[in-house]
């Protein structure tokens, strides 16, 4: 041997040095095509990972690190300066306010007078309840606005998965993810489509994604340091799960409302709004019984078209810089044909579904 390399020795390692890259290349390729064909979720989950590194931004946390159900469940997140609801869009409710805000409000802003003794907790489960229209979500709203508390919307449908022993997995993710951002507040609207009552027939993955719910609040509720409160609101009290209720001991109805807060109402839904100087909003809180929050709302909005709808008259017979007028009180009148009550009150809503008065299903919610 004179010590000179063999030309063919060298050729062959380069082409197995090609081989392996390129079939390194083929192979990062191919996982990439492949994942999304036997993950059916891989798109949603991208999509996810997205929008909380997104959320993370916008919440000033960046550096908290989750996983992908985490991430998952970050899509149904919202960052409280993005809710556009307070207390004092609210009308009516004084006592439900006052209530909520000494309860669920002052522990999350003022949590240093509930550290002495152990028995002033503040509650780690609150329940809405009562007619539907009648501005639960919108209360549970502004109390994450005012606890400046990142606001999980949570639905059944982000929890159910196809897959065994996922939806245990993002069950987990919405406690985990609460802690991480905390203070937060975890809403279920129409709980008791989630956590209605056991029955024997019911599916043993239900029964096991329920049972993982129930367990992971026990593990807040246990702890002082957890500012994390569970929410629900239903319409239909009565078919929730015992077992959840008792991790709901404060209990709200949100019952239509009164004359004078039909009158608190119509006045701040119109508060921005150009009407007549005499309005007389005592006398349509007089003639609007039976309406509630929402249906107020759907009748100021159909009373507003009235001033457009005249305005497009005078341009139509050729008359010209006419303008929009005022809101007048017999557009919301004449409006009240179109927008009929929907909501019943507490006592015959009750009385119609469970043979119950309001005040007797009262006590037997609270024990």
Not at 76 to 92: L, Q, R, S, T
Not at 248 to 268: C, H, S
Request: a negative charge.
């Amino acid at each position: 041997m004179d010590g000179r390399r063999d030309p063919r020795l060298l050729e062959v390692a380069i082409k197995l040095g090609a081989s392996l890259i390129l079939s390194l290349g083929m192979s990062v390729l191919a996982a990439r095509w492949l994942v999304p064909m036997l993950d059916p979720s891989h798109a949603a989950k991208e999509k996810a990972k997205r929008s909380k590194m997104e959320l993370m931004r916008r919440l000033g946390r960046p550096d908290i690190k989750t996983n992908e159900h985490e991430d998952l469940i970050a899509q149904e997140a919202i960052n409280p300066e993005n809710i556009d609801v307070c207390f004092d869009d609210i009308g009516g409710l004084e006592e439900e306010k006052r209530r909520l805000k000494e309860i669920v409000i002052l522990p999350f802003t003022r949590p240093e007078l509930f550290a002495r003794g152990k028995l002033l907790r503040p509650p780690k489960g609150v329940l809405l309840y009562g007619p539907p229209g009648t501005g639960k979500t919108m209360l549970v709203k502004a109390i994450a606005k005012e606890t400046k508390a990142v606001f999980i919307n949570l639905s059944l449908s982000t929890l159910q998965d196809k897959w065994f022993g996922e939806s245990q997995k993002l069950c987990r993710a919405v406690f985990t993810l609460a802690w991480a951002l905390q203070p937060a507040i975890i809403f279920i609207d129409e709980i008791d489509a989630f956590l209605r009552e056991r029955k024997d027939h019911e599916q043993e993955a239900t029964q096991s994604m329920k049972a993982e719910f129930m367990a992971l609040w026990d593990g807040i509720g246990s702890d002082d340091n957890a500012h994390v409160i569970v929410i629900g609101a239903t319409n239909r009290p009565w078919a929730i799960d015992k077992a959840i209720l008792r991790r709901m001991p404060r209990a709200f109805l949100i019952d239509v409302p009164g004359k004078e807060e039909r009158r608190d109402i119509l006045a701040r839904l119109l508060k921005d709004e150009v009407v007549e100087e005499d309005m007389d909003f005592d006398y349509l809180s007089r003639h609007t019984e039976g309406y509630s929050g929402s249906d107020l709302k759907e009748l100021c909005r159909a009373s507003l078209l009235a001033p457009v709808q005249d305005l497009m008259s005078d341009e139509l017979e050729g008359k010209t810089n006419v303008q929009l007028r005022p809101l007048a009180m017999r557009d919301i009148v004449q409006a009240k044909v179109l927008v009929q009550p929907t909501a019943q009150s507490a006592d015959e809503y009750f009385l119609r579904s469970t043979g119950m008065t309001k005040d007797d299903f009262m006590r037997m919610l609270n024990g």
